[in-house]
């Protein structure tokens, strides 16, 4: 628990422990199908942008005890990912967002820490949920390179990894052996 003493805020220091970030280059979005049975990361990622979303209900109040102060309560909650990158064509993950969407199907979109090592390669979950794919476009300028971006909408609540325990983590982990 942070406290004052002598006008400094004790227990809030950032050194490099407590502010040590992720970095971007380390975080994968993978996707599956229904069946689960092939967990693919999107080729040529750049950008990831994963939101959580809560909406309020208000009432207004003429309450002295509050001062008339709205008082709001939580409502609906929901989430949405989208993904950019470089653009290939013959990759699998792109093609199983491709035909999400065209057949209006969910996919699981799990997005995860890479955490490399000589013998494997460990993807331990970040968040995770059933998505519907509700756009995926390209873009080919003639001066650059062809890009995509992909946006998912979320259905039900999402997996994350600041609720889970570390069972749920360590169930949720997946290691690749590298060759």
Same mark, same amino acid.
């Given at each position: 628990?942070?406290?004052?003493?002598? @006008?400094?805020?004790?227990?809030? /220091? #950032? =050194?490099?422990a407590t502010a040590k970030a992720l970095n971007g280059n380390d975080i994968v979005?993978?996707? *599956?199908?229904?069946?689960? &049975? @092939?967990?693919?990361?999107?080729?040529?990622? +750049?950008?990831?942008? #994963?939101?959580?979303?809560?909406?309020?209900?208000?009432? &207004? *109040?003429?309450? =002295?005890?509050?001062?008339?102060? !709205?008082?709001? #309560?939580?409502?609906? !909650?929901?989430?949405?990912?989208?993904?950019?990158?470089?653009?290939?064509?013959?990759?699998?993950?792109?093609?199983?967002?491709? !035909?999400?969407?065209a057949d209006g199907t969910y996919l699981c979109l799990k997005i995860c820490k890479?955490?490399?090592?000589?013998?494997?390669? !460990?993807?331990?979950?970040?968040?995770?949920?059933?998505?519907?794919?509700?756009?995926? *476009? #390209?873009?080919?300028?003639?001066?650059? @390179?062809?890009?995509?971006?992909? /946006?998912? +909408?979320?259905?039900?609540?999402?997996?994350?990894? /600041?609720?889970?325990?570390?069972? +749920?983590?360590?169930?949720?982990?997946?290691?690749?052996? @590298?060759?």
């Open positions: 628990m942070a406290s004052v003493t002598d @006008n400094k805020l004790v227990g809030c /220091e #950032f =050194d490099s979005a993978l996707v *599956t199908d229904s069946t689960g &049975a @092939n967990l693919l990361a999107v080729a040529g990622q +750049q950008g990831l942008s #994963f939101n959580l979303n809560q909406d309020t209900t208000e009432a &207004a *109040t003429k309450d =002295d005890a509050i001062g008339g102060w !709205k008082l709001r #309560f939580a409502s609906n !909650k929901d989430w949405d990912a989208s993904i950019d990158g470089l653009y290939s064509p013959d990759d699998e993950a792109t093609k199983m967002v491709a !035909k999400a969407l890479r955490i490399r090592s000589t013998a494997n390669t !460990k993807y331990v979950p970040l968040r995770m949920g059933l998505a519907i794919v509700t756009s995926d *476009t #390209f873009e080919a300028p003639n001066d650059d @390179n062809t890009t995509y971006s992909m /946006e998912f +909408q979320g259905s039900g609540k999402p997996w994350l990894y /600041e609720t889970a325990t570390e069972d +749920q983590i360590t169930a949720a982990t997946v290691t690749v052996t @590298n060759n």
